[in-house]
């Protein structure tokens, strides 16, 4: 079964420094994506970035960037100069790239989440 | 910028009563899908649309469940009757055939509380 680990129920930072929270995941698959939702206190989902598991370059999204390792299948998310508004809900996800007629069954699977408060 | 839409925002029902709630995906996308997340818990996978079938439906979305696109628009889960455990944020997302990244857009969320 494909599994989504986030192994760290919640963090604190103080604004503008640096924090990573952590998430491995376990497929069997070779292709496949990997995201980053940020859920606030609305609880929208908004995503923060993506990772596609054929490219060996770690994704960057202004100050959030991952360090993926694919080998050691963890995925973990960087976020620098942390501001207030980062305070949320973050969600590690993965899709499996799947070869079927078009991608229908592309269910993401979350993680428990890794609720992050940035201290002022 | 094109985004989901979900109406109502919020649903209080009584236990054992249908209700319906209702999505509008993006216009030029073909996949969709119904996500749940019961308070403090992961959002997790009920149903995925395509075509006008379902394609894959998880455990969670027994016989209670159904899903319909009854216009070009609108996409809409079904509960038949409701259960307490129920309760929960109902979130549609849909996707893009051509959308290479497989990213699903969300809409904001519905509330359902059953009493």
């Known amino acids: 079964a494909q599994t989504v680990t986030q192994s760290q129920p919640e963090m604190s930072v103080q604004e503008a420094e640096t924090v990573t929270l952590s998430c491995t995941y376990d497929?069997?698959?070779?292709?496949?994506?990997l995201f980053w939702y940020k859920q606030p206190p609305s609880r929208q989902m908004i995503l923060v970035i993506r990772?596609?598991?054929?490219?060996?370059q770690n994704a960057t999204e202004n100050r959030f960037s991952v360090n993926f390792q694919k080998a050691a299948k963890s995925f973990s998310l960087k976020i620098s100069d942390s501001q207030l508004g980062d305070t949320a809900m973050y969600f590690c996800?993965?899709?499996?790239?799947?070869?079927?007629?078009?991608?229908?069954?592309?269910?993401?699977?979350f993680g428990t989440g890794t609720l992050l408060a940035v201290q002022p | 910028e094109p985004e989901v839409t979900q109406t109502p925002s919020h649903q209080v029902t009584q236990m054992g009563q249908e209700v319906i709630l209702r999505c509008v995906p993006i216009?030029?996308?073909?996949?969709f899908y119904w996500y749940r997340q019961i308070l403090g818990q992961k959002v997790e996978f009920l149903v995925s649309?395509?075509?006008?079938?379902?394609?894959?439906k998880s455990e969670i979305f027994d016989d209670q469940f159904s899903v319909e696109r009854p216009d070009g628009s609108n996409f809409t889960l079904k509960i038949r009757s409701t259960k307490l455990e129920d309760s929960a944020m109902y979130f549609c997302?849909?996707?893009?055939?051509?959308?290479?990244?497989?990213?699903?857009?969300f809409g904001p969320g519905t509330r359902l509380t059953v009493t």
């Open positions: 990772q596609e598991a054929y490219k060996q």
């Open positions: 649309f395509y075509n006008n079938e379902i394609s894959e």
């Open positions: 216009s030029n996308h073909l996949y």
């Open positions: 997302a849909s996707s893009n055939p051509w959308d290479l990244s497989y990213e699903q857009y």
């Open positions: 996800a993965f899709v499996n790239r799947i070869t079927s007629y078009g991608g229908a069954t592309n269910k993401l699977i």
């Open positions: 497929t069997s698959e070779n292709n496949y994506y």
